[in-house]
């Protein structure tokens, strides 16, 4: 059974999905503004630059889904492009098709939850493609015929030719069936190809791991970083950060630019649908911090890293 930095485990009981699904806690539900509720934009791209994979580059797909650029490398992170995830309907459409993406170097998995770890594309991107998975996930790829896979445990890397990836710790939890809680880690990934150096996340709550991962990896160069499902507090403060986490998440690691993520794709927790940009740039201005290194990019835009 794995735990957090701080040793702690996810403690949320179905009942307490049950005591926030039917608006039971003392945290009540506010009331949807329709003027609020729309989804993230998304701009066509047809994937043909990204195809020569000569810039060093991140493209939003959606969600959590992040194509990284760098050392003339193409990796894809936590690749979601089914149209449904159980019950919800995607909102917006991928930014990238899977046909338009360039060769896939190696697909990296943050955790095993199904918004992140989707079968479907998995094995739409498979079997000749390297996955990189936390410990206790190796079993599941083989199952699958993704034979290439390599574990990793936080601080280990793997190196493929032009770039390093690093497992780093996160605050967060697993759980894929009814019995298998926290018997596969979770992370996100530092991707280096000795000019530039980026971050993701994958899931997470604010944890005091930002700081030793800027310190022991960085400078980070661009470190992408969700927004959005965080409310209500009270069950997602432990394992999602809401919009001031991450700014201070951005600010411990030392970054130069923040990449904006998860939000906006899926109907996924109580918050407003537009309200993670709009609360990032007002603690953004609160902070005082420089405009010009915020990026909450569209679904399918491409951030351009020199």
Same mark, same amino acid.
């Given at each position: 059974?794995?735990?957090?930095?701080?040793?702690?485990?996810?403690?949320?009981?179905?009942?307490?999905?049950?005591?926030?699904?039917?608006?039971?806690?003392?945290?009540? $539900?506010?009331?949807?503004?329709?003027?609020?509720?729309?989804?993230?934009?998304?701009?066509?791209?047809?994937?043909?630059?990204?195809?020569? @994979?000569?810039?060093?580059?991140?493209?939003?797909?959606?969600?959590?889904?992040?194509?990284?650029?760098?050392?003339?490398?193409?990796?894809?992170?936590?690749?979601?492009?089914?149209?449904?995830?159980? @019950?919800?309907?995607?909102?917006?459409?991928?930014?990238?098709?899977?046909? @338009?993406?360039?060769?896939?170097?190696?697909?990296?998995?943050?955790?095993?939850?199904?918004?992140?770890?989707?079968?479907?594309?998995?094995?739409?991107?498979?079997? $000749?493609?390297?996955?990189?998975?936390?410990?206790?996930?190796?079993?599941?790829?083989?199952?699958?015929?993704?034979?290439?896979?390599?574990?990793?445990?936080?601080?280990?890397?793997?190196?493929?030719?032009?770039?390093?990836?690093?497992?780093?710790?996160?605050?967060?939890?697993?759980?894929?069936?009814?019995?298998?809680?926290?018997?596969?880690?979770?992370?996100?990934?530092?991707?280096?190809?000795?000019?530039? $150096?980026?971050?993701?996340? #994958?899931?997470?709550?604010?944890?005091? #791991?930002?700081?030793?991962?800027?310190?022991?990896?960085?400078?980070?160069?661009?470190?992408?970083?969700?927004? &959005?499902?965080?409310?209500?507090?009270?069950?997602?403060?432990?394992?999602?950060?809401?919009?001031?986490?991450?700014? $201070?998440?951005?600010?411990?690691?030392?970054?130069?630019?923040?990449?904006?993520?998860?939000? &906006?794709?899926?109907?996924?927790?109580?918050?407003?649908?537009?309200?993670?940009?709009?609360?990032?740039?007002?603690?953004?201005?609160?902070?005082?911090?420089?405009?010009?290194?915020?990026?909450?990019?569209?679904? #399918?835009?491409?951030?351009?890293?020199?």
């Amino acid at each position: 059974m794995y735990t957090n930095l701080d040793g702690s485990r996810n403690d949320k009981t179905l009942v307490d999905v049950l005591k926030w699904k039917l608006d039971l806690s003392d945290e009540k $539900r506010p009331p949807r503004d329709p003027s609020r509720d729309t989804p993230a934009p998304r701009i066509a791209n047809d994937g043909a630059l990204l195809r020569r @994979a000569d810039r060093p580059a991140l493209t939003w797909i959606g969600h959590a889904t992040y194509l990284i650029q760098l050392g003339g490398r193409s990796i894809l992170v936590d690749p979601m492009f089914s149209e449904r995830l159980f @019950a919800l309907r995607r909102l917006v459409d991928p930014g990238l098709a899977v046909e @338009a993406l360039p060769k896939i170097d190696a697909v990296l998995v943050t955790h095993n939850h199904r918004d992140h770890m989707d079968a479907p594309s998995l094995r739409r991107l498979g079997p $000749r493609t390297r996955f990189i998975v936390p410990k206790g996930l190796a079993a599941w790829f083989r199952r699958e015929h993704l034979d290439d896979v390599v574990e990793l445990g936080w601080w280990e890397h793997h190196d493929l030719a032009g770039a390093r990836i690093t497992f780093v710790p996160s605050h967060h939890w697993s759980q894929r069936g009814p019995f298998d809680r926290n018997t596969s880690l979770w992370g996100g990934f530092v991707v280096e190809d000795g000019t530039h $150096r980026v971050y993701h996340s #994958g899931d997470t709550a604010y944890f005091e #791991g930002f700081r030793d991962i800027g310190r022991r990896l960085g400078p980070i160069d661009a470190a992408m970083l969700p927004i &959005g499902a965080y409310e209500p507090r009270w069950f997602m403060k432990a394992q999602h950060m809401n919009p001031d986490d991450a700014v $201070r998440a951005f600010i411990d690691l030392g970054a130069r630019r923040f990449a904006a993520m998860h939000w &906006g794709t899926f109907r996924l927790t109580d918050e407003q649908l537009s309200d993670p940009p709009l609360h990032t740039r007002e603690r953004w201005s609160a902070e005082r911090l420089d405009e010009a290194r915020l990026a909450i990019p569209a679904i #399918g835009e491409t951030l351009l890293l020199e």
